[in-house]
């Protein structure tokens, strides 16, 4: 079945960690034998051959560069100056614009390119291994956009999606870890990403910004990779409340395939999935909850976040690749999801949501 996956880290790998995600996930394990610059060498799941093994055929893939002057060892941090940050940004939009070059991506910009792509990816006379894995483009965190006038810049090249926090502080909305609004110049950001059609990413705000945001924008909302706080008791989680105005505004959430945000109390970088139980039926947990809150399966999807900054060693324990997200079929299946169900979650949700948006 085809799946969209709402949120994947790949230029923050394809540059911080230098891998070429040409190859598959296994032969980026093997070149990375013996590496111990980063705490998930050697992990990966996430490739290109893998996405197309899965029919893994659309993703949302991310920029990612912060301004935080006191984190300078966090992924995607650590940037003196905003103009530093959106240049390394560029750098991310090169890689992806040079994977298009090579016939590995496509950009979906709108409802054509869109209808465009998934007329290819279903035309099953066509080998994966042929198709390009389209991307959406989405900013995780705005500190690089220097001011204002930079989001219309990235609205030109391809940007529809923007999460105005990350972790820690931020220069237009402080995120997980935190509490606090928005700032002034985060409450202009909300406005303008209003007036120019891109969508809002809930994930990462504090309570309080999650509530602004909603408030001052009118346009469609998702959370593109976030579980439930019911189940996990941190302010990275959504509240029950939170899911209901999501789901009242037609928004989608992607369920976060981190261990630490599927099972409470699993501690980052020392804890095993194996270890705890955590498996791709934890995932259903949280769809479950959400189902229930809800009454239906319309508003959970996938968005796995593999790779991002992790590895097999805080990923599901039965999770090779992220090919393996096509096992959660036969698995919502003994759980009481029907068909129906199971494309809801797999990509029809994600693509009514962006059909809407995309009038």
Same mark, same amino acid.
């Given at each position: 079945?085809?799946?969209?996956?709402?949120?994947?880290?790949?230029?923050?790998?394809?540059?911080?960690?230098?891998?070429?995600?040409?190859?598959?996930?296994?032969?980026?394990?093997?070149?990375?034998?013996?590496?111990?610059?980063?705490?998930?060498?050697?992990?990966?799941?996430?490739?290109?051959?893998?996405?197309?093994?899965?029919?893994?055929?659309?993703?949302?893939?991310?920029?990612?560069?912060?301004?935080?002057?006191?984190?300078?060892?966090?992924?995607?941090?650590?940037?003196?100056?905003?103009?530093?940050?959106?240049?390394?940004?560029?750098?991310?939009?090169?890689?992806?614009?040079?994977?298009?070059?090579?016939?590995?991506?496509?950009?979906?910009?709108?409802?054509?390119?869109?209808?465009?792509?998934?007329?290819?990816?279903?035309?099953?006379?066509?080998?994966?291994?042929?198709?390009?894995?389209?991307?959406?483009?989405?900013?995780?965190?705005?500190?690089?956009?220097?001011?204002?006038?930079?989001?219309?810049?990235?609205?030109?090249?391809?940007?529809?999606?923007?999460?105005?926090?990350?972790?820690? *502080?931020?220069?237009? !909305?402080?995120?997980? /870890?935190?509490?606090?609004?928005?700032?002034?110049?985060? #409450?202009? +950001? $909300?406005?303008?990403?209003?007036?120019?059609?891109?969508?809002?990413?809930?994930?990462?705000?504090?309570?309080?910004?999650? *509530?602004?945001?909603? !408030?001052?924008?009118? /346009?469609?909302?998702?959370?593109?990779?976030?579980?439930? #706080?019911? +189940? $996990?008791?941190?302010?990275?989680?959504?509240?029950?409340?939170?899911?209901?105005?999501?789901?009242?505004?037609?928004?989608?959430?992607?369920?976060?395939?981190?261990?630490?945000?599927?099972?409470?109390?699993?501690?980052?970088?020392?804890?095993?999935?194996?270890?705890?139980?955590?498996?791709?039926?934890?995932?259903?947990?949280?769809?479950?909850?959400?189902?229930?809150?809800?009454?239906?399966?319309?508003?959970?999807?996938?968005?796995?976040?593999?790779?991002?900054?992790?590895?097999?060693?805080?990923?599901?324990?039965?999770?090779?690749?992220?090919?393996?997200?096509?096992?959660?079929?036969?698995?919502?299946?003994?759980?009481?999801?029907?068909?129906?169900?199971?494309?809801?979650?797999?990509?029809?949700?994600?693509?009514?949501?962006?059909?809407?948006?995309?009038?």
């Amino acid at each position: 079945m085809f799946i969209i996956d709402a949120h994947l880290d790949m230029a923050l790998n394809a540059l911080e960690w230098n891998r070429d995600y040409r190859l598959s996930a296994h032969q980026i394990r093997q070149e990375e034998t013996g590496m111990t610059d980063k705490i998930d060498r050697a992990k990966g799941t996430v490739s290109l051959p893998d996405l197309r093994r899965g029919n893994i055929g659309l993703v949302v893939a991310t920029q990612i560069a912060r301004f935080n002057q006191s984190n300078g060892n966090l992924p995607g941090a650590g940037w003196n100056s905003p103009e530093q940050a959106w240049a390394m940004t560029q750098a991310q939009r090169a890689w992806y614009e040079t994977m298009v070059d090579a016939g590995e991506m496509s950009q979906i910009i709108d409802r054509a390119s869109l209808e465009s792509h998934l007329t290819l990816w279903f035309n099953e006379t066509i080998p994966n291994e042929q198709k390009p894995v389209g991307y959406i483009l989405s900013l995780e965190g705005a500190d690089s956009l220097v001011n204002l006038s930079y989001l219309e810049k990235a609205y030109n090249y391809g940007l529809r999606a923007l999460g105005p926090a990350h972790y820690s *502080t931020g220069r237009y !909305a402080p995120g997980t /870890g935190l509490s606090g609004p928005l700032t002034a110049q985060g #409450r202009e +950001l $909300v406005k303008e990403m209003d007036r120019l059609g891109i969508i809002l990413d809930a994930t990462h705000l504090t309570d309080e910004g999650f *509530t602004e945001a909603l !408030a001052l924008y009118k /346009g469609p909302v998702w959370a593109s990779h976030h579980n439930c #706080r019911s +189940l $996990v008791p941190h302010q990275r989680q959504l509240t029950d409340d939170q899911i209901n105005q999501l789901t009242e505004r037609g928004g989608v959430i992607g369920g976060c395939f981190d261990a630490w945000m599927m099972k409470p109390r699993f501690t980052q970088r020392v804890s095993n999935p194996t270890s705890f139980g955590i498996s791709l039926e934890t995932i259903i947990d949280h769809y479950d909850h959400i189902c229930q809150l809800t009454g239906n399966s319309l508003h959970i999807a996938i968005g796995s976040d593999l790779d991002g900054t992790y590895g097999i060693e805080q990923s599901p324990s039965d999770l090779d690749t992220i090919a393996d997200l096509q096992n959660l079929t036969g698995l919502l299946t003994k759980r009481g999801y029907s068909a129906e169900d199971i494309e809801n979650i797999f990509h029809k949700n994600w693509l009514r949501f962006l059909r809407n948006a995309w009038t």
